[in-house]
């Protein structure tokens, strides 16, 4: 019970403090783009020290996919985290929400409002330029892929104790960087779920992508670990 009580915390931390700056601060210019990326990257990174220990600090369903298939947890926790970790997005979008409509206009609420993902010209309010399904598509997987290689290479046996938490984070944030331009950057189905829920419109329509595109991304990374391509050992 402790494990899925961590990841809803951590999930609750990353939600609200991610979106949080994305839905406060905007994204529109570079300035914006920088602060969210970090905001993100260092919610992660203060998650990993704080409930790692406990859960792992996955925090996110698609890295609790990848760990599935690489051998690394049961199908019992994975359904725990799954559920803890969306549950957790949920109540931090609900909270993100009666913050922002302490403000005196209701455009953030709007489609895309509350940090939500979404791609084409539709995803109004957004720093996205008009990216296709197909680019916001391949985005995600790929992002997804290398996000949770990553997760996966630096917490293996073998590899230096201690830098983690920190290695994931910046990688998140260069992760961001990349890609707010072109989804608002999910690599996350429950940083997605939360807001959609709430913010409706073209979010919750568009949301199938940011669920399916991840979890594909992180069961092939899962997967070159469970066949030892990627294992520190080789064998």
Known sequence: MKKYVAEFVGTFTLVLLGCGTAAAVGGADAAGVVAIALAFGLALI???YAIGPVSGC???PAVSLGAFVAGRMKGKDLAGYIVAQ??????????LLAIVKGQNYAEPLKDYGLGANGYGPVFAGSPVAGYKLWAAL???LVATFLFVVTILGVTQKGAPAGMAGLVIGLTLVAIHLF????????????????PAIFALGGAI?????FIVAPCVGAAIAGAL?????????GK
């Open 58 to 60: 996955h925090i996110n």
């Open 225 to 233: 670990f469970r066949t030892k391509l990627l294992t520190a050992s």
């Open 179 to 194: 890609g707010i331009k072109i989804t608002g950057t999910s690599v996350n189905p429950a940083r997605s779920i939360g």
């Open 205 to 209: 329509k568009q949301l199938w992508l």
């Open 86 to 95: 969306i549950l957790g997005a949920i109540i931090a979008a609900a909270v």
């Open 138 to 140: 391949i985005f995600e």
């Open 46 to 48: 203060a998650a990993a």
